[in-house]
């Protein structure tokens, strides 16, 4: 089991997680040196993973000072709050626009995420094809979002990247991954000027270009999950 180090920051995760990626983005942005330590895959899971997420075994988690801190939003949010002397702020300074935040945040989770999962784990074209038109329902409240967020910056969070970058953001190689297999557009120029325009944004960030993975390698593990789901 790998060693929790209390005068450490590590950080549980696999390469292709979105959810890992949010919280290496929310380090870099902040200029935090961390400790990976890579999980094998999504179903083989470390007895360090499973000690400290009990609940929900999933990863990341983030040490700090050998204290795990499961979610990886609230993990984004205890960074900001721990670093919040390094790097510019995560989230707004305002209380209402935080809570606009993390309503953005937490409509990403909850509608676009289930239906990128289930673009994941389709096989036939029929519903491959419902998925990605789920998933570009899910992506038009956050097209007309972006105009009050970013206030025509090139962000959500306006000059530099924040909460609601962080979230979205991070499904990018995953998005870029299923168009590229299967063909079929999810976040097409035409439909999504805003979207379109803040993705290219967001990929060339600085911060974003150490944390995100090569989108070569991206659909080979979306090959592997549909080889493993039809095998079960
Ligand atoms: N809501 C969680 C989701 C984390 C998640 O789904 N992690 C995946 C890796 S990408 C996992 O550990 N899956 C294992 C499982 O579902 O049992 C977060 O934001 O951290």
Request: with cysteine.
């Amino acid at each position: 089991m790998a060693d929790v180090r209390e005068e450490e920051v590590q950080l549980i995760g696999l390469w292709y997680s979105p959810f890992a990626m949010r919280v290496k983005l929310a380090l870099s942005l902040k200029g935090v040196e961390y400790q990976n330590l890579e999980e094998q895959n999504t179903w083989d899971k470390s007895e360090l993973l499973l000690k400290s997420n009990p609940i929900y075994k999933k990863s990341p988690v983030l040490f700090h000072r050998g204290h795990p801190v499961c979610e990886s939003m609230i993990i984004v949010q205890y960074i900001d709050e721990e670093w919040r002397l390094q790097g510019k702020p995560i989230l707004p300074a305002g209380h209402v626009e935080r809570a606009e935040a993390r309503f953005w945040v937490y409509y990403v989770d909850d509608k676009l995420y289930p239906s990128l999962r289930n673009h994941v784990a389709a096989t036939a074209q029929e519903d491959k094809e419902k998925a990605a038109a789920e998933a570009a329902a899910a992506l038009h409240p956050l097209e007309k979002a972006f105009e009050t967020a970013s206030k025509g910056k090139p962000f959500f969070g306006g000059d530099d990247i924040g909460f609601i970058d962080i979230a979205l953001g991070c499904f990018l190689p995953w998005i870029r991954a299923l168009q590229k297999l299967d063909g079929i557009q999810i976040l097409s120029d035409n439909t999504f000027p805003n979207l379109s325009t803040w993705a290219q944004n967001f990929s060339a960030h600085d911060a974003a270009k150490v944390v995100l993975p090569d989108n070569d390698k991206m659909p080979e593990v979306i090959r592997t999950f549909r080889a493993l789901f039809s095998a079960a």
